[in-house]
């Protein structure tokens, strides 16, 4: 299947810093990449949809100035979390889909962000 | 938006046992899959399956789309299958997939 790679699988920071995820599509390309956080015991909810060359939609209740999101070739998406805080701390996961054959959806590793 | 529904939210087998777990979902779908979540959270793709049945080893899934329900069967359970699994689907003009909130599997040795 396609690979999706996610750098880092962790990262500690303090509060107020900010943290960039990376989400690389492989061996395909993908005009659209998706970011999901998962909060322990949960599951996966969908937080803003990445578009290679264009604004991210995001999903309702989720700050757009926070958590930004960047799309600037057809095999990266980044996920940057402004000023975080211990709220922040959450399994963050993105998705893609190879664009030419348009079926199943594959997942990065995660990145598991803990504010201190 | 789209519900996903998953029952039952927690199943404890013993190794060797057979299960089967479900997926209800409220619209149609043009993409279902099935995952497990591994202890370290990587989420492995188990089935892509908006209709249809389809077998791989041990696993095999079933999805009735007129019925808005798959399921997904295990047979001979081992204690690796032990994870969450989770049922995700994606309806028409939604790319992004809505996840199920999960069964948590436990296989006792």
């Known amino acids: 299947g396609a690979v999706v790679s996610q750098h880092p699988s962790w990262v500690i920071c303090k509060s107020g810093t900010s943290v960039k995820i990376e989400c690389r599509s492989l061996d395909f390309q993908a005009t659209t990449m998706f970011w999901y956080r998962q909060f322990p015991k949960q599951s996966l909810m969908l937080m803003a949809t990445s578009n290679e060359g264009s604004k991210a939609t995001y999903e309702q209740g989720v700050e757009k100035d926070k958590f930004l999101i960047n799309h600037a070739s057809l095999t990266l998406s980044t996920l940057t979390v402004t000023s975080a805080h211990p709220e922040d701390s959450s399994f963050y996961i993105c998705s893609a889909r190879d664009q030419a054959v348009n079926t199943e959806a594959f997942f990065g590793q995660g990145t598991r962000l803990t504010v201190v | 938006g789209i519900q996903v529904e998953q029952s039952p939210p927690d199943l404890i087998l013993q190794e060797g046992a057979n299960s089967t777990l479900r997926c209800n979902f409220s619209?149609?779908?043009?993409?279902l899959q099935w995952f497990h979540q591994n202890p370290w959270g990587q989420l492995i793709n188990l089935f892509y399956i908006p209709s249809g049945t389809k077998q791989n080893g041990r696993l095999s899934a079933t999805t009735v789309a007129t019925e808005r329900y798959s399921l997904l069967y295990i047979s001979s359970s081992q204690t690796t299958d032990s994870g969450v699994y989770f049922c995700a689907v994606g309806g028409t003009g939604r790319r992004a997939l809505t996840f199920g909130s999960g069964t948590r599997l436990q296989v006792q040795p």
């Open positions: 619209d149609s779908v043009n993409n």
